[in-house]
């Protein structure tokens, strides 16, 4: 089972719209969260950490859900610029093992 | 400030021959790692590195070598490349304590 796993999509929503990724994850010892922003032949680049008690940063929310083992990234208010490649990542209890997503992709129609 | 740097930008071998992926930080950062990214797997972790003299293997680790001389150097040597090695191959460091990875622009290389 792979240790993180995400609907690849794609995702198509036109401006403005509200769209919602979620990430499971299988290591219950998983100690850091993150999302990850990948554009297209470029490296990631980290969007935010997921913390305990969900965090928000302007149009873009992140939940943990340590019980049921899932992340999700809602992003509010979609731009042209969030289309991306989202990924969902992992580190477990040592803090130098990072498990990625295989991503979610998300295009942003005018 | 430099950030990740890698090279070569771009590579092809042929099958067993061998070369080395550059790749430098200017952060001063304890932690750097490498990561291959093929298309439906995502990144996976080769090699990572805490600190000089310090390496340890990912998930992946078989067909790869690495060393860590310097804080700011992590080379990562394939001895007798396969075409099963063909693939996007990025460097990243953390600082201590720190959440973020800093990602170099990545190394795309082919094996025929």
């Known amino acids: 089972r792979k240790e993180v796993e995400q609907d690849p999509g794609p995702f198509n929503v036109p401006e403005g719209a509200t769209v919602a990724f979620n990430c499971t994850y299988s290591?219950?010892?998983?100690?850091?969260f993150f999302w990850y922003r990948q554009d297209c032949r470029k490296e990631p680049k980290l969007l935010m950490s997921v913390y305990s008690s969900g965090n928000e940063d302007g149009r873009f929310t992140a939940q943990l859900n340590r019980a049921s083992q899932y992340i999700s990234l809602l992003i509010r208010d979609s731009k042209l610029s969030d289309s991306a490649t989202y990924l969902c990542v992992v580190n477990r209890w040592d803090g130098n093992q990072f498990y990625f997503g295989t991503g979610t992709s998300l295009t942003v129609i005018p | 400030n430099a950030g990740v740097t890698q090279t070569p930008k771009f590579q092809v071998l042929k099958t067993g021959q061998s070369m080395t992926l550059q790749c430098a930080q200017d952060?001063?950062?304890?932690?750097m790692s490498w990561y291959r990214q093929d298309p439906g797997m995502g990144l996976r972790l080769i090699h990572y590195?805490?600190?000089?003299?310090?390496?340890d293997q990912g998930e992946v680790p078989n067909g790869y070598n690495v060393s860590r001389s310097t804080t700011e150097d992590f080379p990562l040597r394939l001895l007798s490349a396969a075409p099963s090695q063909t693939s996007v191959y990025f460097c990243?460091?953390?600082?201590?304590?720190?959440?973020?990875?800093?990602f170099g622009p990545g190394t795309r290389l082919t094996v025929l």
């Open positions: 952060m001063n950062h304890e932690y």
């Open positions: 990243a460091s953390r600082g201590t304590g720190e959440d973020t990875q800093y």
């Open positions: 290591n219950s010892a998983s100690q850091s």
């Open positions: 590195s805490v600190g000089a003299g310090i390496t």
